[in-house]
């Protein structure tokens, strides 16, 4: 069975620096991992997918994440924060076929923005 | 197409009633899932249709809970006899049975079993 582990249940940092959410991954076989964020009573918006193509992937809204085997992690980063990245991130890992019919998800990191 | 549609998006129900939830998935979706989340949890699978047919349950999914894709359409998730521990968010996403696809989510219907 597969799994994520996020680092961090809560993360805050300065508008303008940089952001960096932690996500390994636990996987018998060649994982797709995903990164999707949730605004306030709202469902999930995909931000970025790893289906083992390039190790470096971006992102919408300036986000992206680097696979990296060796370390079983898929991190997710951005140059810099804006007050509109403050949301619920979520880490996800599928081992199916086509990589979506059965995503597991973290705990989630909830991103706080300081002015 | 305005994406994965839930309805309805709040509901406050009596320990013991029975309550039903409904997905539209994107027109041209032939896949569609449904997910639960509970406060402070990342989304957990329950199930997933392709077309009308059910092809996987979670062991979460009890007998009280039934889903449904007649038509291969739309969905509904019926949960019986709640209790407390059903509250929670219960997400569907949609998707296309190809490589490389996402799976898009709908807002959610927020259950509260008082």
């Known amino acids: 069975a597969q799994s994520v582990t996020q680092l961090g249940s809560h993360v805050s940092v300065s508008e303008g620096a940089l952001v960096l959410l932690r996500c390994n991954y636990s996987s018998s076989v060649p994982p797709y991992l995903f990164w999707y964020v949730q605004y306030p009573n709202q469902g999930l918006q995909l931000l970025l997918k790893y289906t083992s193509a390039a190790t470096l992937v971006k992102g919408i809204n300036g986000f992206e994440a680097e696979f990296k085997k060796s370390e079983t992690s898929f991190h997710l980063t951005k140059p810099s924060a804006h007050m509109s990245d403050a949301a619920e991130y979520f880490c996800a890992v599928s081992v199916a076929n086509f990589g979506n019919e059965k995503l597991t998800f973290g705990t989630g990191t909830r991103l706080t923005i300081i002015p | 197409d305005t994406g994965v549609s839930q309805d309805p998006r709040h509901k406050i129900t009596k320990r013991g009633q029975n309550v039903t939830f409904r997905c539209d998935p994107i027109s041209e979706h032939n896949r569609l899932y449904w997910y639960r989340q509970t406060l402070g949890q990342g989304p957990e699978f329950l199930t997933y249709?392709?077309?009308?047919?059910?092809?996987?349950k979670s062991r979460l999914l009890s007998d009280r809970f039934s889903a449904e894709r007649p038509k291969g359409s739309f969905s509904t998730l019926e949960i019986q006899r709640t209790e407390q521990g059903d509250s929670a968010m219960y997400l569907c996403?949609?998707?296309?049975?190809?490589?490389?696809?996402?799976?898009?989510f709908g807002q959610g219907t927020r259950l509260t079993v008082v």
């Open positions: 249709f392709q077309n009308e047919a059910q092809l996987e």
């Open positions: 996403a949609s998707s296309l049975a190809t490589a490389n696809t996402e799976a898009f």
